[in-house]
């Protein structure tokens, strides 16, 4: 059974701070892995999804990594900010749930970027 | 308005209770999902629906059931409350050539005493 995991599950950084988020799973065979946003009382937003066949994807300051061999995935901030605290998880969809496409999530990690 | 509503946002309810859940879309959708999200725990499918007449249990179904209504309409149910189901519990969409989530509600934060 795919398992997905996220450490550290709390992290603070100052303002400015360049930072990388880990997810880490633990079979390779997957059609894409997935980074979402989610902020206190709010869905999840997507931010991020990197194909199988992708090493990496970027939107403005945030950059996803994969290496589907290692089973890991990084997500790069650059020059954070107040408003990029929120939790970050991470979700893999794997091959074999054929039809049923489940996404497996992280638990998580809770970022805050101080003033 | 948002895309993707939940109904309630919170709720307190008493063991052995009936609850629903309601959910509603206004991104013209095919697919919806419910999903648990507990404390320290990603979040995990409960039911998802491709269309009106496809209903998926997903990993965690046991104690649940679902009504597909309509297709901007996706309730989810608990027919006998237990305090195991205090959780944070999400809807979410995607379109026909999405076969993962894309769009999510706010939530609905059941506590059964």
């Known amino acids: 059974k795919q398992e997905v995991t996220q450490i550290p599950a709390a992290l603070s950084v100052p303002e400015g701070e360049n930072l990388v988020l880990n997810c880490s799973f633990t079979?390779?065979?997957?059609?894409?892995l997935q980074w979402f946003r989610q902020d206190p009382g709010k869905g999840l937003t997507s931010l991020l999804l990197?194909?199988?066949?992708?090493r990496e994807q970027t939107s403005g300051r945030l950059n996803a990594s994969l290496d589907k061999s290692s089973g890991r995935s990084t997500l790069y901030i650059a020059a954070s900010q107040p408003g990029d605290s929120a939790t970050y998880l991470c979700?893999?969809?794997?091959?074999?749930?054929?039809?049923?496409?489940?996404?497996?999530f992280g638990s998580g990690t809770q970022l805050t970027v101080l003033p | 308005d948002a895309d993707v509503t939940q109904t309630p946002r919170n709720r307190i309810t008493k063991t052995g209770k009936r609850i629903m859940l309601e959910c509603s879309q206004t991104?013209?959708?095919?697919?919806m999902y419910w999903y648990r999200q507990d404390p320290g725990l990603g979040l995990r499918l409960i039911y998802y629906?491709?269309?009106?007449?496809?209903?998926n249990k997903g990993e965690i179904s046991d104690g649940y059931s679902v009504s597909r209504q309509a297709q901007a309409k996706f309730s989810l149910s608990l027919e006998s409350a237990i305090p195991n189901q205090t959780a944070l519990y999400f809807c979410?969409?995607?379109?026909?050539?999405?076969?993962?989530?894309?769009?999510f509600g706010d939530g609905t934060r059941l506590s059964i005493l």
């Open positions: 979410a969409t995607s379109d026909i050539s999405g076969a993962q989530p894309q769009h």
């Open positions: 079979d390779s065979a997957i059609y894409n």
């Open positions: 990197i194909q199988s066949s992708q």
């Open positions: 979700a893999v969809r794997p091959i074999s749930s054929g039809s049923a496409r489940q996404l497996t």
């Open positions: 991104k013209g959708h095919d697919r």
């Open positions: 629906s491709f269309d009106v007449k496809d209903i």
